[in-house]
Each structure stands twice: as structure tokens, then as C-alpha cells.
């Protein structure tokens, strides 16, 4: 049997082909029951079945394999299972006959709070305690309900059957019920067959529900359920899922497989949502909306939530990874199609230049030493969770767009669709896609874009300009500053002076030289000029590499480039998706030490009128990762530089003043929300007095209309900022609205602005609190956004309470967020030795990479500190910069 252990993968020799699942859940004992009969193709001789399963006391007694046309029973001589590999082995004493036949399993569970396999959620009804039975089986936990192939290509058909559930409880799965028999205070629940799936797909719910429900104009019945008295706050997302499952039919040429599709909000969820084939769960932030208190950015995330759950409908559902290797052929796509879909619906929040967020995550992890290929490889059902990160999803879905935007969006859509329909109910690899949309554009797809998908990494492209001469030269880009050896074939694209007219071509060598009259058609200005270009537009004064940022790499222009370009920025020439570009790559450059923290304050100024929601919104995040920067190098001079960054944002802050305006744009909703957050964190005493007085209003009257949902959070962190131990009012008050709201999102909100006190005791209290029953688990992660002053006192507490947060969040992505969130923000060489000491000596297989990258992060960090304590002209650049009024 022990050839069998620390396989990567089940061997071949037995192929499920159906399974007929029985379970019976026990609600208040937090147990349950089941069978298992699964038709088996023996298809090599063999004397052992191997199959998974975990956490789960099997009946080897009741384990048989018999034939169809046979009176024959094999019974196993022996049943082992190997818990830390997940399998079960079953040996028999003769060989198993070749072809078709039935293994049936009795088994046993516990219910569990790990928000992973068949667990338990809580929820209140009438003041009463009440459990849920849940399944979360992606990516390897269908072996924690049923024995089972849990990998995503051993596809099957599914016969469900749940027994015991008490009647007045909603019982679902993906299928419509098939047959329901009451019996008493119990009820047998039979669910229609599914078509072939993969294991990870299968799911159950069972609770007390409302709903409300809608049809697709192809007659899909469509259902949000959520908990009883809340199904008016499902109205939004059932109106966002009819249209989406009607835009993906139309762009993937392929109807939507199932007769009914539910989507349900699970109070105990750990990820966002999971796309379970017709029965697809999320947390209740990412389902509900409340009108009168979610914010604008809440509706925007049920919005690409629910786009991103049901386009794996068709990615992942329908045509599913052929191994984790190509989780991003579900995730990337997803992602990317969401986007596609919200743009569609809402075009009026410019969701593709808000994509740039999303691509700017996977820029940052992928600029690390420690991160890893798109197609990774997996070698242990342990290390899956891990690459569930911005690699595969925004490195993904931001390759995708940059190979959409240059094959053209017609012969793209065209590509998928036959791809789609060629795999559908199978499973597919990387070079499967890429020789369909090779075949679909005549493009050689597959060359252009293994380098992006089999290597870590992506380039920064120098651009120098010389006797009107452009040099482009491409290097990979470490956030670290350290020199790599990757080499990709890159789409640039470009333009000068305008818009009108934009050229592209294949950097397919480490570098080339182009004429810029021949190549842009125009010239360089050999001085700033006042006009993007001149009237015959021969002669003009900016050139933008990475036009729209649509591709996944950075852009280092040289210092007349670059000045030019700032020109462009004050002047208004430039798009907002190539201001975001180029602030981005210029926060990246520096952090790399290859740009000055002085030079990059300097464009930061040219920003000082943007309105822009996206380039904002970086603008902001930029402004306080410099500040902690600063904080660390320069803290004589850090007053000074939150005195300037007031002054970037007091303009827009004025435009949008505190009280939302009638009419006014979702992105402007959102915007306000994040400016005043920011303007208070920096301590501008205006911002923090008006947030004090509309809160202290708020906390007399919860139905005034002084502090909307969209500047809460602000109130909430502005109010932090005067906490201490001899005057917490603040931090009570804040606590009492936790405790008082049945809102997620209003409790994620307090969660989130608690930390943001600059005083440590007060922290050290926010953190222990994380710790206790009032916290859900999964919510935790939002007490960990600490102030710079909390930094050391976050990871003491960590050390302190390792052993507990590893038993509560010990596997999963939760815990990665927990050591991410605490770890990465330190900023020293004796910290990173501490760090790897400390997890050498509690090491926790779930964190290994995610490890590895808060290190390299503590480095980045260092060094750069270093490189900002050596410019001398700092303080001379600071008092020249433009500062805030007040």
C-alpha cells in the first residue's frame, strides 16, 4: 500500500463514471452519515483501488466492488487510509476484473468549522442559534464528504440524495429536486442527475432560506436565497445574474447547461464565492445589497462577483482544467469575462480602466523573486490552495486582455466560442486554448504567449530617445532591483502626441532601435511645448509607451521622456488608464530603487487636479505605502510629506465635498468614501472634526442622513485616529455599532477602520478581539489593516497567538492573509532573520510560499528605507513641492 503514498496525483487504473451519493446531516449533533456507490471502469489489471478521502471514518466492512452481470463480491482484505496525502487504499486478494462495476462505501463525518469539505455555518432565527450544513469542496475537499477521484479530471455524473433533513429546512443542490418525501418531522430529498462534472463542483446547502427568484429569457430559473428576512437585499443580484446568464449564452454561442441556477449567501464563507455547477455559494457581502446601507463599492463587487461565478459556468464548469497547473484557465478567464460582462451592464463605472487595479495586484506579486508561472507546477493536493492568488487570477485575466486587445475583440470572441463548444463536458490544458485562438486569428498565438504563462515574471521595457532615435531594451522586473534573466515576446504599443494615430509592433529580442518618424510618424520636440503636438502634428511633445496599459509589463522612460510626459499629465493630454500606467510603473521604479523617492514625489504633484475615480484611487494607495516608507527613512521629514499628500488630494476633496450630490456618479460615490478615509489616516484636523460630529449624530440616530454608507468607513477611521487608552469613547462606540448591526458589510466596515489607531495598546486590544466568538472567522482578516505605529506590535501578537491561529485558520488561503497582512509590512534585516526563525520553529506547510513572499516583501522594503535615507536632496525637494492650505 505504501506505494501509494506522496503521490501527486491517484493512478489510472480504475475511472469513475457515476456516483450515487446518500448523506445523511445531522444539524444538532453536527454529524453526518452517507453511502457511496460509484460505477467504476477497470481499465488495467490491478488488485487496488485508490481513491480520496480525508477527515472521514469509513466502514470497511461495507466496501465491496461488484460487476454487473456477475453474483460475485470482492471484498477488500484490507482498507487503509493515508490522512496527510488525503487517499484511501483498498487491497483486494485477487486482480479486479477489467471493465464495468459498482464500489460501495459506507462512511461517517463530522460536520466541521473549517468552512471547507461538509461543514457547518451559524446563523440567528427568532434569537435562536441555528446551524447550516454547507459544502466548499474546491479545490481538493469533496474527499472530506464522500470517498471519491477528487481531482478535476476524473469527471462523472452525480445521483444526490439527502435523508434525516428536517422538513421546514431548504434543502439544495445543483440539480432541481426530483422527488421529495416528507415523513414527519423529517424529509428524503432526490435531486435530478447532474451532467459530467468534476468533483469540486458538487455541492449541498441546507438551512432556512428565503428567496426570490426571476427566469432568464431562455426560461433558466434563477434564485437568490439568504436568510429570512433579508431576500429584498437579494433583488440587485438576481437582476445582475438573469442579464449575465443572457450576455454569456450570446458571447460564448453556447446556452447555459442547467434547467436552474441558485446562488445562495452562506453567513460562514471563507472565500468570496464558489461557482458550484447550478448551486453557487458566496459570503453575504458578496451576494446582498442593501439600498439604505451598502455603499457603491459593495454594489460593484456583487456585481463582478456574480459575473465571475457564473461565467465558470462556462470556464471551469463546463470545460474544466485538465490539473491544477491550469487553474487559471478558470480564473484568469473568469475574472477577465467578468469584467467584460459589468462593462456591458454598467458601462457608466468605467470598469476596464478600474481593471487596472486588478492588473496592478498581479504586477506587484509577480515582481517578486519568490512568485511563480501561470502554469504551475502541483505536486501535493497541499500546495493547491497557495496559487489561488493575483497570479492566476489578475496575471491571468491581464494576459488575456493584452492578447484580446491584439488579435482584436471579434476573431477573440469568435475563438472562444469554438473552443468552448470543441471541450465542452471534458477538460482542457493551456496549448488547447491557444490552438484555438491561433486557428481562429491566424496569429501564432502559442509562440507569443508561452513566455507570459510558462515563465515567472514580466519585463519593464527602457525606453531612451536619441537623435530621434527610439531605444527600447526589455529587462525582467524585480521589485527587489535585482537583475533577472526572463525574456518574453511583448506587444508594444504606442502613440505621440495624440491619440489619433497608434502604432504597434513585436519586441521580440532583448532590444531594438526604431526611427520615430518612420515608426510613430512624427517627431520629438526638442523642448517642452505648451501643445501636445504641433498643428500638422509632425512635431510632438510626449510619447506614451503601453498605450491604456494594455500590456502586462512596465515602461522606464528616460528623464526627457519622462518630463515630457509629467508636461502631459498638468496639461490634461494624457487618458486616465496611461496616467495610472505611468504613476504605477513610476511607485514601482522607485520601490526597485531605480527612481528617486524625490523624483516620484515630484510627479505625484502633477497629479494635484486629477479627478479621475481609478488614477485617484492608485494615487491614494500609492500616497500611504510612501508614507509607511517614510515613516521608517525620514520620520523628521514625515509631517512635511502628509502635509503635501493633504495638498494632492484637497482639490478633489473639495469638488466632492461630504454629502453625496443628487445625481452624481457611482464613481464619485466611491471616490468620496476613499479621500476623506485618506485625508483623516493623514491627520488633516478638519476632515477628522467634521467625520467626529457626523458620527457622533450617527451613533444618536442610525437613520440620519449624515454619514451615508459610502463615507462611513471614513467617520469610522477618523474617529480612530483620537483613541487611546485614556480616551477610548471612540473605540466603545465603534464596537457597539459592531455589536448592534446584522449587516456584514457594516460589521466589516468597523472591523476594518479598528486597527487604523496609531496608539498599540489599543491595537493589541483590536487584534485579541479578532480572536474571540464575536468575530466570524472569515472576517478577521479585516482587524489586520494596522497603523505604522501597530506594525511590531501586530507581529508580536502573532508569535503569541501562533498556536491558536493555526488550529483556527490553520490551512486555506485565510491564514496566508493573516501572515501576508502582518508579516510584509515590516521594514528590516533583523526582522526578515526573526521572521525565518520564528516559522522554522512553527512551520505550517498551508503558508510555505506565501512565507517565502512576505520575507521578500520585509527586503523590498528595507532597502528601499536605505536608498530613501541616502537622497540628500530630499528635504530641499519636499519644501518646493506644492503642501496643503491648512
Known sequence: MSQFKGQARLPKFAVPKRYDVKLKPDLVACKFGGSVAIDLDIVADTRFIVLNAAE??????SASFTQPHSSKVFKPSKVDGFEEDGILVMEFEETLPIGLGVLDIGFEGILNDNMKGFYRSTYEHNGEKKNMAVTQFEPVDARRCFPCWDEPACKATFKITLEDVPSELVALSNMPVSEEKVNGPFKTVSYLETPI?????????????????????????????????????????????????????????????????????????????????????????????????????????????????????????????????????????????????????????????????????????????????????INHAAEVDEIFDAISYTKGASVIR?????????????????????????????????????????????KLMNS????????????????????????????????????????????????????????????????????????????????????????????????????????????KLAATLRNAIQNKYLSATDKFGILDDSYSLSMACQLSFASLLTLLAAYKEELDYTVLSNLISISRKLARIAADAVPKLLDLINQFFIGLLQYSAEKLGWQPKPGESHLDAMLRGEILTTLALFGHEPTINEASRRFHA??????????????????????????????????????????????SEERNRVLGSLASCPDPDIILEVLNFLLTSEVRNQDAIFGLAVSSNGRETAW??????????????????????????????????????????????????????????????????????QSVQGEKDLPKVLKELPSSKY
Open 197 to 377: 462534472m468534476s468533483t469540486y463542483l458538487v455541492a449541498i446547502v441546507v438551512g432556512l432560506f428565503d428567496y426570490v427568484e426571476d427566469h432568464t429569457c431562455d426560461g433558466v430559473k434563477v434564485r437568490v436565497y439568504c436568510q429570512v428576512g433579508k431576500e429584498s437585499q437579494g433583488k440587485f443580484a438576481l437582476e445582475v445574474a438573469v442579464k449575465t446568464l443572457e450576455l454569456y449564452t450570446e458571447y460564448f454561442g453556447v446556452h447555459y447547461p442547467l434547467p436552474k441556477l441558485d446562488m445562495v449567501a452562506i453567513p460562514d464563507f471563507s472565500a468570496g464565492a464558489m461557482e458550484n455547477y447550478g448551486l453557487v455559494t458566496y459570503r453575504e457581502t458578496a451576494l446582498l445589497f442593501d439600498d439604505q446601507h451598502s455603499s457603491a463599492s459593495s454594489k460593484q463587487n456583487v456585481t463582478i462577483t456574480v459575473a465571475h461565478e457564473l461565467a465558470h459556468q462556462w470556464f471551469g464548469n463546463l470545460v474544466t482544467m485538465e490539473w491544477w497547473t491550469d487553474l487559471w484557465l478558470n480564473e484568469g478567464f473568469a475574472t477577465w469575462v467578468s469584467y467584460l460582462a459589468t462593462e456591458s451592464l454598467f458601462p457608466e463605472w468605467k470598469i476596464w480602466t478600474q481593471f487596472l487595479d486588478e492588473s496592478t495586484e498581479g504586477l506587484r506579486l509577480d515582481g517578486l523573486e519568490e512568485s511563480h508561472p501561470i502554469e504551475v507546477e
Open 452 to 559: 507570459w504563462t510558462q515563465q515567472k515574471g514580466y519585463p519593464v521595457v527602457s525606453v531612451e530617445v536619441k537623435d530621434q532615435k527610439l531605444k527600447f531594451e526589455q529587462t525582467q522586473f524585480l521589485s527587489s532591483g535585482s537583475q533577472g534573466n526572463g525574456e518574453w515576446i511583448v506587444p508594444i504599443t504606442s502613440c505621440c502626441g495624440s491619440y489619433d494615430v497608434r502604432k504597434s509592433f513585436l519586441l521580440k529580442t532583448k532590444s531594438e532601435v526604431l526611427d520615430i518618424k518612420e515608426f510613430l510618424g512624427c517627431s520629438i520636440a526638442e523642448t517642452e511645448s505648451g501643445s501636445s503636438c504641433n498643428k500638422n502634428n509632425t512635431v510632438c511633445s510626449w510619447i506614451k509607451i503601453n498605450v491604456d496599459q494594455a500590456g502586462f509589463y512596465r515602461v522606464k522612460y528616460d528623464e
Open 796 to 865: 508580536t501578537w502573532l508569535k503569541d497567538n501562533w498556536v491558536q491561529i493555526s488550529k483556527t485558520w490553520g490551512s486555506g488561503f485565510l491564514i496566508t492573509q493573516f501572515v501576508s497582512a502582518i508579516v510584509s509590512p515590516l521594514a528590516s534585516f533583523e526582522k526578515v532573520k526573526e521572521v525565518e526563525e520564528f516559522f522554522k520553529a512553527h512551520p505550517n506547510p498551508a503558508v510555505t510560499r506565501t512565507l517565502k513572499q512576505s520575507i521578500e516583501r520585509v527586503q523590498i522594503n528595507t532597502k528601499w528605507v
Open 698 to 743: 450617527y451613533l444618536d440616530d442610525r437613520n440620519m442622513p449624515l454619514l451615508p454608507p459610502d463615507i462611513r468607513k471614513a467617520a469610522y477611521v477618523a474617529v480612530m485616529q483620537r483613541v487611546t487608552q485614556s480616551n477610548r469613547a471612540g473605540y466603545d462606540s465603534l464596537l457597539r455599532v459592531y455589536r448592534e448591526s446584522d449587516q
Open 402 to 446: 493584452m492578447l484580446q486587445n491584439y488579435l482584436g475583440a471579434e476573431p477573440f470572441q469568435r475563438s472562444l466560442a469554438a473552443y468552448i463548444k470543441k471541450h465542452a463536458y471534458s477538460n482542457a490544458k493551456t496549448e488547447d486554448l491557444w490552438a484555438a485562438l491561433e486557428e481562429g486569428s491566424g496569429e501564432p498565438v502559442n
Open 56 to 61: 472521514l471514518s469509513v466502514n470497511a466492512a
